[in-house]
């Protein structure tokens, strides 16, 4: 079939678009990397279920475990039950749980797999908390019922925290109960106002820098406890610093979705190599998953210009599916997932697929078509003809 299609632009009108038709980078067999990389895995909705999106949790299993499995096929670990699974944007706590718990299963049968679990609060209302010691109560719990699954824990940051806290020092008193007890070292979430207006603030205050003299103190008192930590604030600088900061051995696990290819390619500074280069912990590594583990066995092989030669091209369009409502990006990531033939509907929990508009769908469908992320051309094309007219528009 053809490879053209009529796409609208911000004018008001429509243009033939045609694809290059160029297959993605597709990483070597057995391909290893030098960087711990994780993808935050998104879920696919069940389109068929008797439930109402916007109030009830309705899960494909077999297509969201399918889905892991690619990933870890490809090298990459997953970041379970996070923000782009939807976590407090249509995904509860008991789906969640249910979620880490199948994810572990399957994660048994693939050998080498990485697996780590969103542990938050969401089960507590912000509005229901009172105190600091109902936070601590959230979070215990659900450490609790993950590690009793054999789950690694991710500390998810958590918006009941943000309400009640009235200083530093109510964060410090927080981290310093749950990572005391964990069982094995945890990833720390940062995650920025822009990710969600909730976490406004967060660790006391919202002066960033002020705010990381706190996270770090928290991670110095507790290195043994702490693998690394996530942050998510779309500022290369904030984590350059922070990361130069880090007691040795505790990883920058970078977040930043729109500079992660040369905050992963790193700047060699200091002695110890976590104090020069990121790890990852990303949500755009979903969608660009075969490029991102191909650039990955690149670099680990010592071929930095292949390196950014594959994943360069894919940060436009990261920035792109991550534009402000930065919120809203998961629904970007979902659907490249449908137009590459992971999923078999452009459905979301919480029908999160309405929220970014067809503007927003054509241009996305222009750069995954430049960062040569779209893996079966002709079916890319039907897909994004069907979503077209959906919208009234013939393309």
Not at 98 to 110: S, W, Y
Not at 165 to 180: G, K, T
Not at 360 to 376: G, M, S, T, V
Request: glycine share 10%; aromatic share 8%; hydrophobic share 45%.
């Amino acid at each position: 079939m053809s490879l053209s299609l009529k796409l609208p632009t911000a004018a008001g009108g429509l243009e033939t678009f045609t694809l290059s038709g160029r297959a993605p980078a597709q990483p070597a067999p057995g391909v290893a990397f030098n960087r711990i990389a994780y993808s935050a895995a998104h879920v696919v909705a069940d389109p068929v279920a008797a439930a109402d999106p916007w109030l009830q949790c309705a899960v494909d299993w077999d297509a969201t475990i399918a889905y892991r499995q690619r990933l870890w096929s490809l090298g990459l670990g997953v970041a379970e039950a996070m923000d782009t699974a939807q976590r407090g944007m249509g995904l509860d706590w008991p789906t969640s749980l249910e979620l880490i718990r199948r994810g572990l299963d399957a994660a048994r049968d693939v050998p080498g797999a990485r697996v780590a679990s969103g542990c938050g609060t969401d089960h507590l209302l912000p509005e229901n908390a009172r105190h600091v010691d109902d936070v601590i109560r959230a979070y215990e719990e659900q450490m609790a019922a993950i590690e009793a699954l054999g789950g690694r824990l991710i500390v998810m940051a958590s918006r009941a925290l943000a309400r009640v806290a009235q200083s530093p020092a109510d964060y410090e008193r927080v981290y310093d109960r749950i990572l005391s007890q964990a069982r094995q070292p945890v990833i720390l979430h940062w995650l920025g106002e822009m990710f969600d207006p909730a976490l406004a603030g967060y660790w006391g205050t919202r002066d960033l820098d002020a705010a990381m003299d706190t996270a770090l103190g928290i991670i110095h008192a507790h290195a043994s406890q702490v693998d690394g930590i996530k942050i998510s604030l779309l500022d290369k600088d904030k984590e350059i610093a922070m990361r130069r900061r880090l007691p040795a051995g505790v990883r920058m696990y970078t977040g930043d979705d729109f500079n992660y290819a040369e905050l992963i390619a790193g700047d060699g500074h200091g002695s110890d190599p976590v104090h020069g280069q990121s790890d990852a912990l990303l949500g755009i590594f979903d969608a660009i998953a075969p490029a991102a583990s191909a650039a990955l066995g690149e670099l680990a092989a010592g071929r930095v210009d292949r390196f950014h030669e594959i994943l360069g091209p894919t940060v436009p369009l990261s920035r792109h599916i991550f534009a402000a409502p930065t919120r809203f990006y998961k629904t970007g990531v979902v659907f490249m997932a449908w137009l590459n033939g992971h999923q078999s509907h452009f459905t979301m929990v919480g029908g999160q697929q309405s929220a970014r508009g067809l503007l927003h769908f054509a241009q996305l469908f222009r750069l995954a078509d430049a960062a040569h992320l779209l893996e079966q051309p002709d079916l890319a094309v039907r897909r994004m003809r069907t979503l077209l007219a959906l919208h009234g528009v013939e393309g």
